[in-house]
């Protein structure tokens, strides 16, 4: 059941700008809730991606347009290189034999009326068409094997309710195994699990990615897991990615404002710095979001600049990129703002020189 672990230039899987709207209301709907815009990543074999970010930041949405449990409002989703289109139901089974997504709740997910054996089982007969008898019990055995359920036999006959949190999970996984994906879209896999067996999860979905070559979309809240399991982090907040690179740059030399907030609220005995500046407010309305910067409302460091237009997706001097306009070093510098390649100066904006000067202050105090 295993696949080689190449390496490709080629992401498995990938999201070009993906832009999700829900409609608000069920008559006229003229609002919407912009739960994400401008969205895109890619997923190489072998690779794992952190999205992190506050709770309503569009993580989870993320997922399940990956997935294609919900339908995007615009941009295109790739498998290996092609649009994916699922319209019809042989499509939909087909990207499921590629793609597989475990969910936060290991209860919930899982039908409590059945056993571990039907679970399983009945995944194997889903995407696997000719196994039946000793074959079955045979797969259905090597599935929890590979999620270190062992010995097998002490629990294929168990249900859900009789499992810790931990075991659900794993089944879970499992579950998704039965497929043999090359991607798994892992939403927040161990926020609902003790502490304590939180480490096993990560470290069994390591040996996958290590041993099977399985691209993985790990979402989660937790910063510190991020940079103990992902090779690269990205950063959303209020529906837009705003920092992206190597998971441990942007977990400990955070570019952004909001990466900064975020990496320093996590309880953390060893830095208990006070946070550069004084972020304060609450996450927008996601139905009017602000112009500009989404953080700017929060923002110690917004200026005019940031609620004129969206900031640009820049390199700062630490590798990774980062979506804010205290990084343009400088400022008549032509940077790429977008999916369209339209090019804009700070400059063009028609600033005064005080905006600029604070600007630049900005800057020496984030460095």
Not at 176 to 196: F, Q
Request: net charge negative; with cysteine.
């Amino acid at each position: 059941m295993s696949k080689e672990n190449t390496v490709s230039d080629i992401p498995v899987l990938s999201a070009k700008h993906i832009v999700k709207h829900f409609p608000v209301g069920s008559f006229k709907r003229d609002k919407v809730v912009h739960a994400t815009d401008d969205v895109s990543l890619d997923l190489y074999a072998g690779h794992v991606i952190a999205l992190v970010g506050e709770s309503g930041s569009g993580k989870s949405t993320i997922a399940k347009l990956l997935s294609q449990l919900v339908p995007i409002t615009s941009g295109t989703i790739e498998l290996n290189g092609k649009e994916v289109n699922t319209r019809s139901r042989r499509a939909f089974r087909e990207f499921t034999d590629e793609v597989q997504m475990i969910f936060q709740d290991p209860f919930g997910s899982l039908n409590a009326i059945h056993t571990v054996r039907y679970i399983l089982g009945r995944a194997l007969q889903i995407h696997k068409k000719g196994l039946h008898g000793e074959k079955l019990e045979e797969a259905v055995i090597e599935l929890l094997q590979r999620v270190k359920l062992t010995p097998a036999e002490r629990y294929i006959d168990k249900f859900p309710h009789e499992l810790s949190g931990g075991q659900r999970q794993r089944i879970s996984i499992a579950r998704a195994l039965a497929a043999n994906p090359k991607v798994l879209l892992a939403d927040e896999p161990i926020s609902m699990l003790d502490v304590s067996i939180r480490l096993g999860i990560l470290n069994l979905l390591k040996d996958l990615r290590d041993n099977y070559g399985i691209a993985i979309l790990y979402i989660t809240h937790d910063v510190a897991s991020a940079r103990y399991f992902a090779d690269q982090t990205l950063v959303m907040y209020a529906g837009r990615v705003i920092e992206r690179g190597q998971s441990e740059m942007v977990t400990q030399h955070p570019a952004h404002p909001y990466t900064d907030l975020l990496v320093n609220s996590a309880p953390d005995p060893d830095h208990f710095n006070a946070l550069r500046g004084e972020a304060h407010g609450e996450a927008p309305s996601l139905i009017d979001p602000p112009s500009g910067c989404r953080f700017r409302t929060r923002c110690p460091f917004a200026t005019e600049l940031c609620a004129q237009k969206v900031p640009p997706t820049v390199q700062a001097a630490t590798g990774q990129e980062v979506a804010c306009w205290l990084y343009t070093d400088n400022p008549g510098a032509m940077v790429n703002i977008g999916r369209e390649g339209e090019l804009a100066t700070i400059h063009d904006m028609d600033l005064s020189d005080e905006v600029l000067a604070k600007i630049e202050h900005n800057k020496e105090a984030l460095r």
